[in-house]
């Protein structure tokens, strides 16, 4: 059986030296480069010991997929194809996962739904594969612009599913995410998530770990599911499922094997609060409003906040990291003191405010709101509006500025 | 903090994972009972505990330890079989100790034979046919493991222990975790240690194992 720790501090082919994660993430020195969302991708990958990466390029609303190319020719990644359809690349990543190797594929909007099907066989399959997606519009008329609509469909399959804000965020947890979804307990696959474009696409400081170090490979001998074995499930639930049975003891079993996947992303609870310091971050949350969201609308809920405050209101802020764990119990404690709270949001039907109030007593106190969606941008501005309009207070519309 | 227990059922037609009811896995040194964690050396005794009480205490070894696929296994294994030896010399007559194998996790066609193996799509059968009514699993890939586990809780009224070399069981009513040879080796002595201080349980006709 391979032993993770023993390689700790030997050098790989590219002369990398395995280095222990926590080390890694929080002890080893950082230089601040100014690099787009895909570029930090790629400087992830370049040190996450990636067996496996399968490419559907979702380009123009990400280039992540192609710049990890450069890597495999760099000799970083171990594999490295493009894949006939979205459909087909996620097929592949889980041939690859079932053979025992660190997995890692982009996909974006319509991608991301094309794919579907393949990601509660991932999560059924126990499969720690880690995908990438730079959320985009999903519907007719087609959208390249960031839309985060496909996250409420991936918040039901048994993947993990975390929303970042930053490009630092991304950076980090596309290495830190590995941890968790190969934890035995845990070893599902990982849908990590942000906004397209904004993230993707722009440039930021990011602060990046020593090139020179990297993650500890996959040791897939610590699988919760045999490695690929033909004649046995889950590989065999597939070809030959045991489900199709009509029986009492099918259906039970699957009924059982559909709740150890739920178990799974309830027990990757401790290690996500461990990697990520909590799944969410809070300010101000003694303040009597509150805003409350995930992605870059955290970043526009800072701004709206600011200039809140400029006017002498007090607004405190929720950051949702992970969606999947959901932090319930976290957002419970973090909002019982508010009066009211605002859930802004880049997409039509408000699943964060839905979430919300599923989770929280009194969740009339929630505004589902504002949303923008299509690839709109959300001035800071109408965050304020929102906030004013639902407390009686005059505000300022925009719907008119520019004319 | 939960106030569910991992206790023997039949619980539920179709019973919760302990994890969805709040119940968490122990740390390094730690084993759980019923859900609450404890210090591993109070996991031993426990688990002695209830070899002993059982009519039929019952050991079920899987894959991971069946096959002779590295050093560590084969230590394993051979612990094991030192486990089921101290079980079945430190019982009574009228007890009834058992090893049955769960050599894989295929789905059985058009039957499984209860008496020689264990399935973990149907282990519940292999329960209820032997009237076990404690029993230990060891060398079982982790999902397979609580598959069963849940399962027997759903069903049977069997008290279900995890020797697990990974993260440890929630859905066991006792679990290990970090399971080496040697901490086989301790449980036995744990068994050998109690032999005789433990009254064989008053149980019902079918052996504890209801449906």
Request: glycine fraction near 8%; aromatic fraction near 8%; charge should be neutral.
């Amino acid at each position: 059986m391979a032993d993770t720790h023993s390689v700790i501090g030997t050098k790989n082919k590219k002369g990398q030296t395995y280095t222990d994660t926590w080390q890694l993430m929080h002890e080893a020195p950082r230089t601040p480069s100014f690099y787009t969302g895909s570029e930090v991708i790629k400087e992830a990958l370049r040190r996450a010991s990636c067996d496996v990466m399968i490419a559907y390029p979702i380009t123009p609303q990400s280039e992540a997929a192609a710049l990890i190319g450069e890597l495999f020719a760099e000799g970083y990644i171990g594999d490295y194809f493009r894949g006939e359809s979205e459909f087909a690349v996620m097929s592949q990543c889980a041939g690859a996962a079932f053979g025992g190797a660190r997995v890692f594929t982009t996909t974006a909007g319509p991608g991301t739904m094309r794919a579907m099907e393949n990601f509660p066989m991932w999560a059924g399959a126990r499969l720690p594969i880690q995908m990438i997606v730079t959320c985009r519009g999903i519907n007719s008329p087609l959208s390249i612009q960031p839309d985060t609509l496909e996250i409420a469909y991936l918040l039901n399959t048994g993947m993990l599913v975390w929303h970042a804000e930053t490009a630092q965020d991304f950076f980090d947890w596309i290495l830190k995410g590995y941890m968790v979804s190969e934890e035995p307990d845990v070893h599902l696959p990982l849908a990590l998530c942000c906004d397209g474009f904004f993230v993707t696409h722009t440039k930021d400081v990011v602060n990046l770990t020593p090139a020179d170090m990297c993650l500890p490979p996959y040791d897939p001998y610590r699988s919760p599911v045999p490695c690929m074995d033909m004649e046995c499930p889950p590989v065999r639930m597939m070809r030959d499922p045991f489900v199709m049975k009509s029986n009492y003891i099918s259906y039970a079993t699957h009924a059982s094997w559909q709740q150890e996947v739920w178990a799974a992303i309830e027990r990757s609870r401790k290690h996500t609060i461990k990697w990520l310091n909590g799944l969410i971050e809070t300010e101000n949350v003694d303040a009597d409003v509150l805003i409350v969201a995930s992605g870059t609308a955290v970043s526009q809920g800072r701004e709206a906040i600011r200039l809140l405050e400029d006017e002498g209101m007090r607004v405190g802020l929720v950051k949702v990291k992970a969606l999947r764990p959901w932090p319930g119990e976290e957002i419970r404690e973090a909002t019982k003191h508010a009066k009211h709270i605002f859930v802004p949001e880049f997409n039509v039907t408000g699943w964060l405010a839905k979430e919300i109030k599923a989770t929280i007593p009194n969740s009339d106190r929630v505004h589902a709101g504002p949303h923008v969606c299509g690839g709109m941008t959300m001035p800071p501005e109408i965050i304020v509006q929102e906030i004013k309009t639902a407390l009686g207070m005059k505000a300022m519309s925009l719907a008119g500025r520019g004319s | 903090m939960t106030q569910y227990r991992v206790l023997p059922g039949p619980e539920h037609f179709l019973p919760p994972a302990a994890a969805s009811m709040g119940i968490c896995l122990p740390n390094p040194g730690e084993g759980h009972i019923n859900g609450v964690i404890v210090p591993e050396e109070k996991a031993y005794e426990e688990a002695a505990r209830q070899f002993l009480m059982a009519k039929v205490p019952t050991i079920f070894p899987g894959p991971l330890v069946l096959w002779a696929w590295n050093e560590k296994a084969a230590k394993k294994a051979t612990a094991i079989r030192h486990l089921y030896e101290t079980i079945k010399a430190c019982v009574t007559p009228q007890q009834q100790a058992m090893l049955i194998p769960m050599p894989d996790y295929r789905p059985k066609y058009p039957k499984i034979n209860p008496e020689v193996e264990i399935n973990p799509n149907h282990p519940n059968l292999t329960i209820w046919h032997n009237k076990i009514d404690a029993c230990m699993f060891v060398g079982v890939h982790c999902h397979q493991a609580n598959l069963s586990l849940k399962i027997i809780r759903g069903g049977t009224s069997c008290y279900t222990i995890a020797m697990c070399a990974q993260a440890g069981h929630e859905d066991a009513m006792l679990s290990f975790r970090d399971a080496t040879a040697e901490k086989i080796m301790r449980l036995a002595e744990w068994v050998k240690k109690l032999k005789g201080t433990v009254k064989v349980s008053q149980v019902t006709s079918k052996g504890g194992a209801s449906n």
